[in-house]
């Protein structure tokens, strides 16, 4: 099975901060990378598929780059509605289709 | 309203039985691969199961292989999960979400995600 894994775990940072996610697969996994964003008793909602491609009506603050094993979600400027948990997702070929451990982003 | 609404959580004891639903609308629901994704109480994301919206065909994650079964009802436009012989590590809000491909049309290579999440519902195992 493709182990992700994220880091950091946890992150404190301020509004208006350029904050960065990183998300590494055990092997290649192509372009087959989502990143979601989930709030406390919410349902994760999808932020980015396939590496870099926004989903519909998700601010143009979110981006997200990279290929193979290493792939990275980035905040250019914090807002207030953006500290929540991130997961990274692989879909490549079969299943499981697993997630990273999630990364906390807290105000500072 | 293009929704999902997961029931049947409940508290069972370890060993125990449980069935959950999800119900689907605004959609249509036999054109569309679905799975289940649980998050145990403080803990990430575990993607669970899937089945396929056109010939049924299942899949598991070693955790729950032989002890989940996952299946649908398209005239319902319902999916379920039957869950048997129970364990605390199974405790989890379980969420039913919808596959979307890329571009509209699911074939092998394309990029797919989760595009609709359920609420969730609330499985304890516990005596």
């Known amino acids: 099975d493709i182990q992700m894994t994220q880091s950091p775990s946890s992150l404190s940072a301020s509004v208006g901060d350029r904050v960065t996610i990183t998300c590494r697969a055990s092997?290649?996994?192509?372009?087959?990378l989502n990143w979601y964003q989930q709030k406390p008793g919410k349902a994760p909602k999808l932020l980015i598929y396939?590496?870099?491609r926004l989903q519909s009506g998700v601010p143009s603050r979110f981006s997200g780059s990279g290929s193979g094993t290493d792939f990275t979600l980035t905040i250019s400027s914090l807002q207030p509605e953006d500290f929540a948990t991130y997961y990274c997702?692989?879909?490549?070929?079969?299943?499981?289709?697993?997630f990273g451990q999630g990364t906390k982003l807290e105000i500072k | 309203e293009v929704q999902l609404l997961e029931s049947g959580g409940a508290l069972v004891q370890p060993g125990g039985s449980l069935r959950l639903s999800c119900a689907a609308s605004g959609f249509t629901f036999s054109s569309y691969a679905m799975s289940w994704v649980r998050q145990a109480p403080g803990k990430g994301l575990e993607w669970v199961s899937a089945?396929?919206?056109?010939?049924?065909?299942?899949y598991y994650a070693d955790s729950v292989k032989g002890r989940f079964t996952i299946s649908r009802d398209n005239s319902k436009n319902t999916l379920y999960l039957q869950m048997n012989s129970l364990r605390a590590e199974d405790t989890a809000v379980y969420y039913c979400?919808?596959?979307?491909?890329?571009?509209?049309?699911?074939?092998?290579?394309?990029?797919?995600?989760?595009?609709?999440w359920g609420r969730g519902t609330l499985v304890t195992v516990s005596s």
């Open positions: 092997q290649s996994i192509s372009i087959y």
């Open positions: 979400a919808k596959k979307y491909c890329s571009g509209g049309s699911c074939y092998s290579g394309v990029s797919w995600y989760f595009d609709l």
């Open positions: 089945i396929s919206g056109t010939d049924g065909s299942t």
């Open positions: 997702q692989q879909t490549y070929s079969t299943p499981p289709y697993t």
């Open positions: 396939a590496v870099s």
